[in-house]
């Protein structure tokens, strides 16, 4: 008879890689084998990181069907999901928040399909939902989350009794432009103006502004990067999560995937956006800076990107978490899910009140967000 096994491994490495990616959307280049054996090899997670990973296997007849990435989690940090306010509540009250289980690509806000199926698999993705929290109640465990998941695993998950959460983050959309000065044209003539000044002036330092990809990245580019990313990281976080490791990892395996924006002084490397390559997107990650340039931010990051993906023909750029600055250079907010189950009823029950009234907030924000836009509402005006 044909039989079905849901199991637990210890490590990415248990798990063939060919195998896992015959489960992945090959628009999402987070959700790969290579990716994720990149954070756990260089000790961006596993012990000591409060990330230990124990992927969820679903095998039929010893075939892996279904798949997701699951962390047991010691703390709430690299989410960009904030539950610290739930955590405190619980413990307040007397429970134990820690450890928690998340189905989630760490440090990384991007949308992507976190229950991971092989195609036409009936029942796969539900499957891994019940298996999931039979993990947490078989342990005890106060949470179950599944965090930047797809709207449409979104729904499916509240079907099955989650809780469904929606947050927001800024992405741009190619209209079919064939140049920058395309894209321009859509705006209202102020704002218009003020991007070209943003441009010209960090354009006007005097530095090189490089994009690198695939061969053209050296090992020496990811030293430098390393520099910005630990400046930046110690400042926004108090300590990196990423090791030094980490992107030596993306050099041997991901550096067709990888679009590094970098500012150089000379033959000095300055400044640095990494971006990640999709099919359909371009997902911007890390920045970093050694000097003040004023608007270098906003051209490697933004201007270069939405440059980088007209050319090549894709759909959106993906700024990453947070960040209303991105409204003024056109990136829109767009709504962002995440699935939850509380092993406790009542606290499953504050928490579902809770999220009813920030849907509803969230909804109104991104409402008149977009109206704030940057986008002109009349014919073009000439500058």
Not at 133 to 142: C, E, H, I, P, T
Not at 188 to 214: F, M, P, V
Not at 231 to 249: E, H, I, M, Q, V
Request: hydrophobic share 40%.
């Amino acid at each position: 008879m044909a039989e079905t096994t849901a199991t637990l491994a210890d490590s990415f490495a248990d798990i063939p890689a060919a195998e896992w990616d015959a489960l992945t959307d090959p628009r999402d280049p987070f959700t790969t084998h290579r990716f994720l054996w990149a954070l756990e090899s260089s000790g961006s997670v596993g012990p000591g990181t409060g990330w230990e990973p124990h992927p969820l296997l679903i095998r039929h007849d010893g075939r892996l069907i279904a798949a997701a990435p699951l962390f047991a989690k010691a703390h709430s940090q690299g989410e960009y999901i904030f539950d610290h306010g739930w955590a405190e509540a619980y413990e307040r009250a007397g429970g134990r928040y820690y450890p928690k289980l998340q189905i989630a690509v760490p440090f990384t806000p991007v949308t992507g399909p976190r229950l991971l199926t092989l195609p036409g698999v009936a029942g796969a993705r539900a499957a891994l939902i019940e298996a999931a929290r039979g993990v947490m109640d078989g342990n005890a465990l106060s949470s179950l989350h599944i965090t930047f998941c797809t709207a449409e695993e979104a729904a499916l998950g509240a079907e099955a009794g989650l809780l469904h959460r929606v947050t927001q983050q800024f992405h741009w959309v190619n209209d079919g432009y064939g140049s920058y000065d395309d894209f321009l044209a859509t705006l209202a003539s102020r704002k218009r103006k003020a991007l070209r000044r943003e441009r010209q002036i960090a354009n006007g330092h005097g530095l090189r502004i490089e994009t690198l990809t695939a061969d053209a990245l050296r090992p020496d580019h990811w030293d430098a990067f390393w520099d910005f990313y630990q400046d930046t990281g110690s400042r926004k976080w108090g300590r990196p999560y990423l090791t030094r490791g980490f992107f030596d990892a993306l050099h041997a395996t991901m550096r067709d995937d990888i679009l590094l924006v970098m500012a150089f002084d000379g033959t000095r490397p300055v400044a640095g956006a990494l971006n990640f390559i999709g099919s359909e997107a371009l997902f911007g990650r890390y920045w970093g800076c050694v000097a003040d340039y004023p608007s270098l931010h906003f051209e490697l990051c933004y201007h270069r990107a939405i440059d980088w993906a007209i050319a090549h023909g894709l759909r959106r750029v993906e700024a990453g978490a947070q960040g209303e600055h991105k409204l003024a250079r056109g990136y829109l907010p767009v709504e962002t899910h995440s699935l939850h189950a509380l092993r406790d009823p009542g606290f499953a029950r504050a928490v579902a009140d809770y999220l009813d009234r920030e849907r509803a907030a969230i909804g109104e924000e991104i409402e008149v967000l977009t109206a704030y836009g940057p986008f002109r509402r009349g014919p073009v005006q000439d500058d």
